[in-house]
């Protein structure tokens, strides 16, 4: 039996990519006040984990336009990380070493996820983007 069970995005390395950036955003996060629990903290947290469930949720799309939506909405959470990220920096609560640290690996992310997303397309040329 393959090492994935049968679940083909574990094997996909913008997945466990996706997987690493969850994990500096929880290490980030995990150093902000105690008052920011149900603020920047839960929310960065939520929108990391929903790129990589958006990721995995494309893998059993029947239609390539269907795999792109989740594609899509993975790339919008990775949009609303780097948002908390610049909340968290007007807050003082990172620095900018951090935040370009943060941008660089998000950057090579939503890189991806468009290449993803461009692939996706090329291969259904007759279905209109959307």
Not at 36 to 56: C, H, P, T, Y
Not at 102 to 119: H, M, P, Q, S, V
Request: charged share 30%; with cysteine; proline share 2%.
């Amino acid at each position: 039996m393959d090492k994935n069970y049968g679940f083909r995005f574990r094997s996909w390395n913008i997945y466990n990519d996706a997987r690493k950036f969850k994990r500096e955003i929880y290490s980030i996060v995990s150093k902000f006040p105690k008052e920011e629990k149900f603020g920047i903290i839960d929310q960065a947290k939520r929108a990391s984990v929903s790129i990589i469930l958006n990721i995995a949720e494309s893998a059993n799309k029947n239609t390539d336009k269907d795999m792109r939506v989740y594609i899509n909405r993975a790339h919008c959470s990775l949009d609303e990380v780097i948002a908390c990220m610049d909340c968290a920096i007007d807050e003082g609560f990172i620095d900018v070493k951090t935040q370009t640290h943060i941008l660089e690996i998000a950057c090579d992310l939503a890189k991806r996820l468009n290449g993803f997303t461009k692939y996706l397309t090329e291969q259904s040329p007759h279905i209109v983007k959307s």
